[in-house]
């Protein structure tokens, strides 16, 4: 384009272009320019401008150009010219645009995002291994284990989620909470509710179809515990193999939305049949899709192998927490199930158009609400599973029969399942009790086998009581298992009341008292018992912590000792 705004050809003659041209034309390396060069040292200038770092003095001139023919467009172009040559820069800015100059910190920004994209992909990385915490640090030994852990992570040079990692463990905890809700809701959802196309119901199907197919892909690289947990698997190839064949079909088919699929796949047909048709088509695959709606709830399956692995992870296996937790689990499992069976009583004739000798039918229930309907339906699934009735009537149609007899199979499972773990748990909650209970049954037919004369049995009797007060140990074998440091320090716990009452530890070395109770054995008299005879042979010494003694001499004189005394074969030097 000339000075005076007429479009310059490729040629360099002064000719129209056409209306709305973008860029500006540049003139041909033959023809001179008023004010500028030729277009080799264009290319030049404009490699110096790739290259920032060639600086070198100029001097600039700036001027418009209008076109003529784009009267409200302005493009304006910068000459600059260097004293070392003759190069010339177009600096090209378009209508309404800011002039556009070289930032001086474009490095730096350019530096700054990398390094939080950086920041962000180390913090993400570290989230998939193995923290350094109480937990890992018993799964591992110590913190080099741990870091010998996650440099095994490392070595196979693709992403691996560890699963002791942090963020496994949030992600299942989110997974474990959406799988309770998916379990709850869809069946209450697809029963008691006519429309499915609503906005939160397919929004919340969207969100949980989506998480679920993220923990699909997610399993292919989470690593496999072998065994008790002590190996962990980071094999890709090896935790790909195990998982296909393993669950993977079944958190295929719970994780897509077969339902929608469905729908879509149907909705041309639909479109293209007759009006009659299509209205009873679209009834029957309204009732088919809430059908395959419940191949969601082969989730259960995810929940049940989160809550077992979380607690082979934990080693919640024999105390008080894991007995509550399996005790919790039960009772969800076992109210989960009625409220699945309440929405199969409802349901199912549901799907049959409420017949007239249906329950829903004959207790006027058929517009209720959900609620109304919802709690009949909860209370005759409670009411058959725990085999006390059959609800608000009997049943009279042969599916309410049928579905009865299912309710009453299933909640009879449910009852000895729940009796037997729970019997299970408290036996193995108080072991010491049931092991002290038998062994007193053997000792009583061991007193009628050598029938023994009853004041001898209840001196028995007393003593098993005060010796061991209804709970057994095997102690001599619980202490030959630990380490020295252990069993002293149990030993220094157990004889703390007799060391703080006993004037005869006090001014002692405290490593000889240390000593001196790993030596002591427990032992227990009862009264009128004879613990030493004077002129004996003296090769004890007791303590006494609980109770009186009364000394008696040759010469008849008698002298009570209690707690915090002692006597036996040798004198303690003053």
């Not at 992403?159 to 992600?171: G, L, T």
Request: with cysteine; aromatic share 12%.
């Amino acid at each position: 384009m000339d000075y005076d705004g007429q479009p310059i050809a490729p040629n360099g003659d002064s000719k129209k272009c056409s209306r709305g041209r973008l860029f500006p034309l540049w003139r041909s390396s033959s023809q001179t320019s008023t004010r500028g060069e030729g277009a080799g040292e264009v290319s030049r200038r404009l490699l110096s401008f790739v290259n920032p770092n060639h600086q070198q003095p100029s001097t600039q001139q700036n001027f418009k150009m209008t076109d003529s023919m784009e009267g409200s467009q302005t493009s304006t172009v910068t000459t600059s010219t260097t004293r070392c040559g003759s190069t010339t820069a177009y600096d090209l800015k378009y209508p309404g645009e800011m002039p556009r100059t070289p930032s001086p910190g474009i490095d730096e920004q350019d530096q700054g995002m990398h390094s939080r994209t950086t920041t962000f992909q180390m913090r993400l990385s570290s989230m998939l291994l193995p923290g350094v915490n109480k937990f890992s640090l018993r799964m591992f030994g110590s913190a080099k284990g741990v870091a010998a852990e996650q440099q095994r992570v490392k070595s196979y040079n693709v992403w691996i989620i560890h699963p002791y990692s942090d963020f496994r463990f949030y992600w299942d905890l989110v997974m474990l909470f959406l799988m309770m809700g998916n379990l709850i809701i869809l069946p209450w959802g697809i029963t008691f509710f006519e429309d499915q196309n609503t906005a939160p119901w397919i929004t919340f199907n969207v969100a949980s179809d989506t998480l679920f197919l993220l923990d699909l892909i997610f399993n292919f690289r989470t690593g496999v515990l072998e065994g008790d947990g002590a190996q962990i698997i980071l094999d890709p190839q090896v935790i790909r193999s195990r998982y296909l064949h393993g669950w993977f079909l079944v958190d295929f088919i719970s994780s897509i939305p077969v339902d929608y699929v469905f729908r879509l796949v149907d909705l041309r047909a639909r479109m293209e049949s007759a009006e009659v048709y299509r209205t009873a088509r679209a009834l029957r695959i309204v009732r088919f899709t809430k059908i395959l709606s419940l191949l969601r709830l082969l989730r259960l399956s995810r929940l049940i192998r989160y809550i077992h692995q979380w607690e082979e992870m934990f080693h919640m296996t024999y105390d008080l927490a894991s007995a509550v937790v399996q005790i919790v689990n039960l009772i969800g499992m076992m109210m989960l199930l009625c409220h699945w069976d309440g929405c199969l009583q409802f349901i199912v004739p549901m799907m049959q158009d409420f017949p007239p000798d249906c329950w829903v039918t004959k207790n006027n229930m058929v517009n209720a609400s959900w609620q109304l309907q919802y709690s009949y339906a909860f209370f005759m699934s409670m009411s058959h599973m725990l085999c006390i009735g059959y609800g608000a009537q009997a049943p009279e149609s042969l599916t309410d029969v049928w579905l009865t007899m299912i309710s009453m199979i299933i909640g009879a499972t449910c009852y000895a399942m729940f009796l037997g773990t729970a019997t299970n748990l408290i036996q193995s909650l108080d072991s010491s009790r049931r092991q002290y209970q038998e062994k007193y049954k053997q000792v009583e037919q061991y007193m009628s086998f050598h029938k023994l004369p009853a004041d001898l049995r209840q001196k028995i009797h007393e003593y098993y009581e005060h010796r061991f007060q209804g709970k057994m140990f095997d102690e001599d074998s619980i202490l030959g298992e630990l380490n020295d440091p252990l069993k002293e320090e149990i030993k220094g716990f157990n004889c703390r009341e007799l060391v703080a009452n006993m004037p005869f530890f006090a001014n002692i070395d405290p490593h000889f008292v240390t000593v001196v109770l790993t030596k002591l054995c427990f032992e227990v008299f009862l009264p009128y018992d004879v613990i030493i005879r004077e002129g004996t042979l003296g090769c004890k010494m007791y303590f006494i912590q609980h109770g009186c003694v009364n000394v008696i001499t040759s010469d008849k004189k008698e002298k009570q000792l209690s707690d915090g005394s002692y006597f036996g074969g040798w004198r303690v030097p003053s």
